[in-house]
């Protein structure tokens, strides 16, 4: 069976991996275009592209699928299933019709929850402790195709959107592989989904890395995990921008509050509570929230470790800019 997959980060280099040393026919990789990264803005592959290239696969690369270029070039290629996984873009009808098996989508969440483009960062952002992966039919629409297989994936409170990625890749690829024979044989059937349970998950805007001190300890935490790729979660120290790359809340962390309260009085959501021998912990709505790693403006990423002495007990931090 001749099968092109469309994907583009590491969760879709991970369901290639595995077609591939299954021993699946991928005749072509559709990817992104090169994006350029880093502040220096090297120019860098997607990763799906790389694995492709590291095991021959013809790649393509079109900058959009809605053009007559992009839909005969992936028909040249007579697929008999197109697979998706992470690829980021829609098909158009046209190129859903291509194949005699038709086209499959890897997605990670468990539809209808969290269709579209970050079902990864809003499930830690609200707060989920499960999420999924789930393989169905495509169609014209964002995630609103027929359900053919899910399994469940648990969220540790610690996790970041990077290893649950990772996570849900894994559990993704394995999932794939056990229903394409019985998909394909006419075992599976698909089952619909209910538009009244569907949310959605848009793409992270830059403004959501803000953090509002007035939040809950819980709700600011997994802010911080789920934004720590990008766009990195953040607040304002002495005027200065402060990336918070990583944070937890301790159960014990009303002993320190109540230390500060008797020796300060009340802490307003934002005030730093200690600021010493590598804890460095900050008054949100409810609780104390212990950050582990940070980054101060022009300055370089570090372990709270290294910087707790910088920071001030009793000052609040700041949500905007002064």
């Not at 990864?120 to 999420?131: E, F, M």
């Not at 992270?204 to 934004?227: D, M, N, V």
Request: charged residues 25%; proline residues 7%.
């Amino acid at each position: 069976m001749r099968i092109v997959f469309m994907g583009t980060p590491e969760l879709a280099a991970t369901v290639l991996g595995k077609l591939i040393s299954e021993k699946y026919e991928v005749v072509l990789c559709v990817t992104q275009p090169d994006k350029p990264v880093g502040r220096k803005m090297v120019l860098t592959a997607p990763p799906a592209k790389v694995k492709a290239e590291e095991n021959g696969i013809p790649v393509y690369q079109p900058s959009s699928l809605r053009t007559e270029e992009a839909l005969q070039h992936i028909a040249s290629f007579e697929p008999d299933m197109i697979i998706t996984a992470a690829y980021g873009k829609i098909l158009p009808k046209e190129m859903l019709d291509l194949p005699k098996y038709g086209c499959i989508n890897v997605h990670g969440s468990l539809l209808p929850k969290y269709r579209g483009a970050a079902p990864v960062q809003w499930a830690i952002l609200n707060l989920d402790k499960v999420t999924g992966v789930t393989i169905m039919n495509m169609d014209v629409g964002m995630d609103t195709g027929d359900i053919l297989t899910k399994c469940e994936v648990a969220i540790d409170e610690r996790v970041h959107t990077p290893q649950l990625m990772e996570q849900l890749a894994e559990a993704g690829a394995e999932l794939l592989i056990d229903t394409l024979p019985k998909y394909i044989a006419g075992e599976i059937t698909p089952v619909p989904q209910n538009n009244d349970e569907a949310t959605v998950s848009p793409p992270i805007t830059k403004e959501q890395g803000e953090i509002s001190w007035t939040k809950t300890a819980k709700e600011i935490c997994a802010q911080i995990r789920a934004l720590s790729q990008w766009p990195g979660a953040s607040t304002f120290w002495k005027g200065g921008k402060l990336k918070i790359y990583d944070a937890y809340v301790d159960p014990n962390g009303e002993k320190l509050l109540e230390d500060y309260q008797a020796a300060n009085g009340e802490a307003a959501p934002g005030t730093v509570l200690a600021a010493k021998k590598g804890v460095l912990a900050v008054m949100c709505q409810d609780r104390p929230l212990y950050l582990l790693e940070v980054q101060p403006a022009s300055g370089k990423r570090m372990k709270v470790i290294d910087c707790a002495h910088n920071f001030e007990v009793g000052r609040c931090m700041e949500e905007h800019l002064a």
